[in-house]
């Protein structure tokens, strides 16, 4: 058979296609796997996610001497703490050598016995002659014919999924030990008498409010950040709106005149003046905001005269800001939520340091006796 004809009806497209094929069909049932683990051991039948419920003791000592035994649970989603299988094919080799050899060898002689002998008068000489005649053959021939047919599929465990990931990112955040239940002791751990046990207790009551009180301190206290930096904002915005009119007014001046001349000069001196005002706003409007909390009679709707901001006229000329302007009434609404912002501070402020005040004065002994 001819070489090329060693070939003929090999199928390649299957012998490449087939083990790819099934690559791609594995890589589907392995992420079915994964997604079917997720549903199966993560999420319950209602769709929530599942967790597992850990609880443990917490010790701490107090400023008058006793000593807190609490009971803390924390819930802990099952995906976070369970190896999730996530297994993907990341390479597949396929491998296909075929070898053909053949080979021909053929060597013929022939062997023949015969002698010859003669004789031949020369004249005076005569001459014997001999010789023999032998001949050989022989046939070879050899053929060989290899193939070799090899698929290597490497599949590894990518860890859990980047979504998954964030999504338990987010739950985190908002995981935090719970409080069951809690019992006060003394400081070797032993249980009060009645007297110790209610001045204790009327004294965990109080750090507890405190505790509160501070936290919406801290609140109170973000929400007036956040109104000043939009009052910053604001004065930004409107100082953009007047440079940009002040940089209109310029264009309309002709160059090489006097008269022109003296009006940049006049411009520029209009414009220095107007962002002064409002960069000093921007720098001390928490002082401003403080003033207007204790004058006790914010103005309602206006944006406060004590801010002393200039605006610019139509005609280039430094003027008092105005409800023409356009951030006066968003400037006036953001002052307003800053002030109710730092009375609410003010507020808290005073019952925590009431609180704190009640607070030593039960340790003191004053109340609760």
């Known amino acids: 058979m001819a070489i090329a004809e060693q070939f003929a009806g090999l199928q390649m497209d299957q012998l490449i296609g087939a083990p790819l094929r099934a690559a791609a069909d594995a890589s589907i049932m392995l ?28 010790h701490s000592t107090n400023e008058d001497g006793t000593s807190n035994l609490d009971e803390m649970k924390v819930d802990v989603p099952m995906l976070a703490i369970v190896p ?37 008068n020369l004249g005076i000489s005569k001459v014997n002659i001999t010789g023999s005649i032998s001949a050989h053959q022989s046939n070879t021939r050899s053929s060989d014919n290899s193939a070799k047919y090899h698929v290597d599929v490497r599949a590894t465990n990518h860890g859990m999924p980047e979504g998954l990931a964030r999504v338990l990112d987010m739950m985190a955040v908002n995981i935090a030990p719970s409080l069951v239940g809690s019992s006060l002791r003394d400081g070797n751990g032993q249980s009060l008498p009645e007297q110790a046990r209610l001045k204790a207790e009327r004294l965990k009551a109080l750090r507890q ?21 939009h009052l910053k904002k604001l004065a930004t915005t409107q100082q953009n709106v007047y440079q940009s009119n002040m940089m209109q007014l310029m264009d309309k001046l002709e160059k090489d005149n006097e008269k022109n001349d003296a009006a940049a000069a006049e411009y520029s001196q209009t414009m220095e003046a107007v962002n002064s005002s409002w960069n000093t706003f921007r720098n001390q409007v928490s002082d401003y905001i403080r003033l207007l909390v204790d004058s006790k009679a914010p103005e309602e709707g206006t944006v406060s005269e004590m801010f002393a901001l200039k605006s610019l006229s139509k005609e ?15 400037i006036a609404v953001a002052q307003k939520d800053a002030v109710a912002a730092m009375v609410n501070v003010d507020d808290i402020e005073k ?19």
Not at 87 to 109: A, G, P, Y
């Open 31 to 58: 992420a079915n796997s994964t997604a079917d683990f997720i549903n199966r051991v993560g999420v319950d039948k209602e769709g929530k996610v599942r967790t597992v419920a850990f609880a443990y003791q917490k």
């Open 351 to 369: 019952e925590l340091f009431q609180k704190k005040a009640d607070y030593n004065d039960a340790m003191a002994g004053k109340h609760g006796e």
């Open 316 to 330: 280039g000329k430094p003027v008092a800001y105005g409800m023409d302007d356009s951030c006066y009434i968003a």
């Open 84 to 120: 999730i299988p996530n297994l993907q094919v990341d390479e597949v080799n396929i491998l296909f050598d075929m070898e053909v050899k053949q080979s021909e060898k053929q060597d013929s002689s022939m062997d023949v016995g015969a002698a010859l002998s003669n004789s031949v």
């Open 209 to 229: 409010e405190i505790s509160r009180i501070e936290l919406r301190l801290g609140a109170a206290k973000d929400g007036l950040d956040n109104h000043i930096s």
